[in-house]
Nanobody
Framework: QVQLVESGGGLVQAGGSLRLSCAAS????????MGWFRQAPGKERELLGA????????YYPDSVKGRFTISRDNAKNTVYLQMNSLNAEDTAVYYC?????????????WGQGTQVTVSS
């Protein structure tokens, strides 16, 4: 049974940092493209960062480029999202996902999410 368990969310002041973790079981993260997403109330789910199977390439949208960094520890079977210079607009539930078939996460395993709240 595949499980992705996010942790590391919480309440942080504007300008602060958080590191989210996504611990995987039932799959090997180095066999999947892995991504971090977020969804705020009333908004669509947004891709924040992705890392390829090989780990050799990463992708970030312009909205977080330079502030967020995705990384992977194969030994721990865990994917991370380092978030710096947080602001109130970063408040959302954050999810990790494993792309099952290269479809751009249209068919993915998802975690349950972790809440990030940034106070201004």
């Amino acid at each position: 049974q595949v499980q992705l368990v996010e942790s590391g969310g919480g309440l942080v002041q504007a300008g602060g940092s958080l590191r989210l973790s996504c611990a995987a079981s039932g799959l090997t993260v180095s066999n999947y493209a892995m991504g971090w997403f977020r969804q705020a109330p009333g908004k669509e789910r947004e891709l924040l960062g992705a890392i390829t199977k090989s780990g050799g390439s990463t992708y970030y949208p312009d909205s977080v480029k330079g502030r967020f960094t995705i990384s992977r520890d194969n030994a721990k079977n865990t994917v991370y999202l380092q978030m710096n210079s947080l602001n109130a607009e970063d408040t959302a539930v954050y999810y990790c996902a494993a792309d099952r078939d290269g479809s751009g996460y249209r068919n993915a395993y998802w975690g349950q999410g972790t809440q990030v709240t940034v106070s201004s």
